[in-house]
């Protein structure tokens, strides 16, 4: 039986998931495996927070150098946030030469080429499983199971508290704040939610499938990104009207043209496999040439889902199934440059909400500028006439471009056929 001492940099609710597996299961994971995996050191911040959960053995302290200085940890699990501190402590880590993983999906997003030229160059390894979807083992799928495929699309919903959010408005007709409060308190959403509700959270996790997928790199930069605060129990209800319902959807589309990255709330057609993916779960929809439509689903975050997937990756690392050489990191490198199409060129079905007048003439207006502008009108509804004769007229579109959709809404709101600014959404 071989032993593995491991390192764990940074604790919390990953590091705690680490700690209860190995102390349940670890005997199982040996047997499976043939490793023994052992966590000898501990650093921290504050190491009295990690005294209650010590396993048996560990040594807990706050300075790297105890697991940087010892020759027997070979696999460093790496669990600070961010990308300042958590770059600088990586790169000490590989020029330590040792084995680093990690849950960190910002790091991986933002400093990945640097990070994996520098591990290539020390001859070590960086695996980042649990850095997208929590314990759902995409990555792997991505880079392994699917390798023989060009992957055509990924739509994905990659952030559990955006999810348990729009599932509580639709389901109990909520708002936004009522039920952003609700997964404040389960412990779904953070104090401070603006990483995961203004989309940022899924667009790291976004930007991390792509350059895996189009073995690309792929800047944030060119991911455009839109939160789910502007989401209005209107909305929800409209989406359920067009036999939808409204996802923080995480979208990579490969196109002759260019490369499609978004991250948008975007109506779901409720035969669609990523419309059952409800409350805090994950779903992952990719699309191969060869193999068609694959779903991935399940839980996105959490304790122990996540610390699955980090110790999926110990595992690799520590046999050897994860190769420390620069091929292993092909879809970090700088190939040819993709083009990265922006909205104007995006080619999606498309929503429309126009709040109008009711009386004669809207309607036909509405459609007149949809058609100037090359819309086919996939379905149309309009709702009964309040008592202050308004009405609203939803219309959802054939795939088309973005910039011939927007422009098209922008002349009916121009001709002064609305009452106020149109709602618009991306449909699947």
Not at 293 to 322: H, I, K, N
Not at 344 to 370: C, H, K, M, Q, W
Request: proline residues 5%; aromatic residues 4%.
């Amino acid at each position: 039986m071989e032993r593995c001492a491991l390192g764990l940099v940074g604790w919390g609710t990953v590091g705690g998931g680490v700690v209860s597996i190995l102390a349940r299961d670890g005997a199982l994971l040996a047997e499976r495996t043939g490793i023994d995996l052992r966590v000898k050191t501990i650093v921290t911040r504050t190491p009295s927070r990690v005294r209650a959960q010590r396993p048996d053995g560990a040594a807990i302290g706050d300075r790297l150098e105890a697991i940087l200085d010892d020759p027997e940890i070979r696999v460093v699990v790496l669990l600070v946030g961010g990308t300042g501190e958590a770059k600088a402590i990586c790169e000490r880590l590989i020029r330590a030469r040792k084995q680093v993983v990690t849950a960190n999906k910002a790091l991986i997003a933002v400093h990945g080429d640097e990070l994996f030229a520098l591990a290539a160059q020390h001859g070590v390894g960086i695996a980042f499983e649990a850095a997208v979807a929590g314990g759902i083992p995409v990555i792997a799928a991505l880079r392994d199971g699917l390798v023989a495929n060009r992957i055509e699309s990924i739509c994905a919903i990659l952030n559990g508290t955006c999810n348990f959010i729009l599932t509580k408005m639709e389901v109990e007709s909520r708002d936004y704040r009522d039920a952003l409060a609700e997964a404040q308190r389960l412990g779904y959403a953070e104090a401070d939610p603006t990483l995961d509700v203004d989309g940022t959270d899924t667009a790291h996790k976004l930007a991390i499938l792509a350059r895996i997928a189009f073995n690309r790199s792929v800047p944030l930069t060119s991911v455009r990104v839109e939160g789910i605060q502007g989401v209005s129990a209107r909305d929800i209800a409209s989406a359920r009207t067009m036999g939808c319902r409204i996802k923080l959807l995480a979208v990579a589309k490969s196109r002759p043209e260019g490369i499609e990255l978004r991250v948008a709330p975007t109506l779901v057609p409720l035969d669609h496999p990523l419309a059952s993916v409800m409350w805090n779960h994950n779903g992952v929809h990719v699309v191969g040439n060869a193999t068609g439509p694959q779903l991935f689903t399940g839980q996105g975050a959490g304790a122990e889902p996540t610390a699955s997937a980090v110790l999926a990756d110990v595992v690799d690392v520590a046999s050897g199934r994860y190769q420390a050489t620069t091929a292993h990191y092909r879809f970090f490198q700088p190939a040819s440059a993709p083009a990265f199409l922006p909205e104007t060129e995006e080619v999606t079905s498309s929503y429309a909400r126009f709040l109008v007048p009711d009386r004669p003439g809207v309607l036909a207006g509405i459609i007149n500028s949809l058609a100037h502008h090359g819309a086919s009108v996939l379905s149309i509804h309009q709702g009964a006439a309040d008592p202050q004769g308004q009405t609203s007229i939803e219309v959802t579109t054939h795939p088309m471009r973005g910039g011939a959709f927007l422009a098209a809404v922008s002349e009916v709101d121009r001709r002064g056929l609305t009452l106020s600014p149109t709602t618009c959404y991306r449909r699947l």
